[in-house]
């Protein structure tokens, strides 16, 4: 089944140095894996939304909050619980481009977390163009099965602010093809002021019908700048967690 949760909104490397990803054509060939490498309890692909849109202070913006988000005593606890004691998280943005801006990262503890948030926050904006959905999905999923992790969850965490595919793949086969390997894709649709669940176009159902796939697979509704780390925090304690949560759910 999987859940809406219209909590709070948005407003809107080493790690290593970015890396921009090539993705072979449909129909191509693929990318061989890497051999497995070490266990993790969980392999998290942040992929956050950064076309035209976008602009430099809202993608800061965006930035801090995941880098918050994961510094704060929640995720970090969340971290601590799980099987492993840790997690692989990776951080990339997606416009006609897609971008890796922090590369995969075991983080077990706050010094790790704070590492992965330094390269985040400091990292050049390196995406250009408007969207393209179904290559973001599979450059998140290309991701997954080319990494030095053996993960015992796969997620794949999309935000955007519009179901726009300019160019690329289709969307929908592109997650098709992302759930058929295991991988659960959560979503946080982010409701910009200048068209909040403007009438005919239904951000939030739209990712609901065709992002979001997979055993126990949620979305949080990003609707407002104060909110929007709070948002991110929640989200990832859940993914990290592994919980399935309720079909609503609202900060207290």
């Known amino acids: ?141 290309r991701l997954i099965d080319t990494n030095a992790y053996d993960g015992f969850r796969h997620v794949i965490d999309f935000s955007g602010d519009s179901m726009g595919n300019s160019s690329g793949p289709a969307i929908l086969p592109s997650r098709d093809q992302v759930l058929a390997t295991g991988t659960v894709i959560n979503a946080l649709p982010i409701l910009r002021a200048d068209d909040m669940r403007r009438a005919g176009y239904d951000l939030e159902q739209l990712y609901a019908d065709n992002i979001i796939g997979g055993p126990g697979a949620f979305m949080v509704t990003a609707e407002g700048r104060d909110s929007f780390a709070a948002a991110v925090q929640r989200k990832l304690v859940l993914e990290i967690a592994g919980e399935v949560p309720p079909l609503r759910l609202a900060l207290d």
Request: aromatic residues 6%; proline residues 4%; without cysteine.
């Open 1 to 141: 089944m999987r859940h809406i949760i219209p909590a709070l909104v948005l407003w809107t490397g080493t790690a290593t140095a970015q890396t921009t990803l090539q993705l072979p054509q449909s129909g191509g060939p693929e990318a061989a894996p890497v051999a497995a490498g070490v266990e993790t309890s969980l392999e998290l692909v942040l992929l956050a939304d950064a076309n035209v849109s976008i602009d430099a202070g809202e993608l800061a913006f965006q930035r801090q909050g995941y880098a918050d988000a994961l510094l704060s005593d929640t995720v970090q606890d969340a971290i601590a619980d799980t099987l492993h004691g840790h997690i692989a998280v990776t951080y990339v943005e997606w416009a006609t481009n897609q971008v890796q801006v922090v590369d995969w990262m075991l983080i077990d503890w706050v010094e790790a977390a704070q590492a992965f948030a330094d390269a985040l926050t400091a990292a050049p904006r390196a995406t250009f163009g408007s969207n393209a959905i179904g290559a973001a999905l599979l450059a998140g999923q």
